[in-house]
């Protein structure tokens, strides 16, 4: 496995590299949800690359950049263990230089649900994800499903700025007891953590009612707040959302596929979950 921080030789070892070139991003703190998409990419390319940077465009000024849990060394393992070719590791000035300018601003889509919580983060994810595209040129990229609008804005910025790579979503990796991986999970005290299922089963209710032929969105999204609010240590709901699948708006009534979506504040971390009914 080789690990690159020069943007140039980035450009060209993918250049060289053998097709399908698959890419999987990451800001590292690597976990098993990280290692299905690896293991999907990699059965599916050629050479496999995988970045790992800490993204400061898309923390606001609130959030705390310099916590963000980092291991490096651990993730490399698990990125050579798991068969990867290629890592780049850049460091701050190599993806924002000097006088860097332009950003990438995805309209409607960015603006809603963790886009209205975390003003400016879908700016910063749109900039470095086209950024790290346009450097490696792969044929396809690797996202989770647990970042549902991130994958969203993905898909937009690819289509509407024709970088012309596949952009492939893999399904949410869960702990047994329904926690959704996620590198923040690590802020999560033991009682925090002893609670934190409670947003899975939330979810599980609104499946649960819409299996049972419930369709009306304010009704799926009141019976995943009152699920929720039975955990006293959700200290705050961000938003239950209950809308298109594709384009994020909410639903008054469920006719097609649709993302169920929230956001909870559980001590310190916030943590965001989804699933789909279709
Ligand atoms: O999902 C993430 O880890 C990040 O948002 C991404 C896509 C690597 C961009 O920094």
């Given at each position: 496995m080789r690990v690159v921080t020069d943007r140039q030789e980035m450009a060209q070892?993918?250049?060289?590299?053998?097709?399908?070139?698959?890419?999987?991003?990451?800001?590292?703190a690597l976990h098993r949800g990280h290692l299905a998409l690896v293991e999907q990419a990699r059965r599916e390319s050629a050479t496999l690359a995988a970045t790992i940077f800490v993204n400061p465009a898309q923390f606001g000024p609130q959030e705390d950049l310099a916590g963000y849990p980092r291991d490096l060394e651990h993730d490399l393992e698990l990125l050579k263990s798991a068969g990867v070719d290629l890592v780049?590791?850049?460091?701050?000035?190599?993806?924002?230089?000097?006088?860097?300018?332009?950003?990438?601003?995805?309209g409607r889509l960015a603006s809603r649900l963790e886009g209205a919580r975390r003003p400016g983060h879908f700016r910063g994810v749109a900039t470095v994800v086209t950024k790290l595209l346009s450097l490696t040129r792969p044929d396809r990229a690797y996202f989770g499903q647990k970042d549902a609008q991130q994958t969203r804005v993905i898909k937009q910025l690819v289509r509407d700025l024709d970088l012309g790579v596949e952009v492939v979503v893999a399904p949410?990796?869960?702990?047994?007891?329904?926690?959704?991986?996620?590198?923040r999970n690590a802020y999560l005290t033991t009682e925090q953590r002893r609670a934190a299922p409670v947003v899975y089963r939330a979810l599980c209710r609104a499946e649960q009612l819409w299996q049972r032929g419930e369709r009306e969105g304010g009704r799926l999204r009141r019976e995943v707040r009152m699920a929720l609010q039975s955990e006293r240590l959700v200290e705050e709901i961000d938003y239950v959302s209950v809308a298109d699948a594709a384009t994020l708006e909410e639903l008054d009534r469920v006719a097609g596929p649709a993302l169920v979506s929230l956001a909870v504040k559980l001590g310190a971390p916030h943590l965001i979950d989804n699933i789909t009914l279709e």
């Open positions: 070892l993918c250049r060289e590299a053998r097709r399908p070139l698959g890419l999987v991003p990451t800001m590292g780049y590791v850049p460091a701050v000035e190599q993806v924002y230089p000097p006088g860097f300018d332009t950003w990438v601003e995805v949410t990796v869960r702990e047994p007891d329904g926690l959704a991986l996620s590198s």
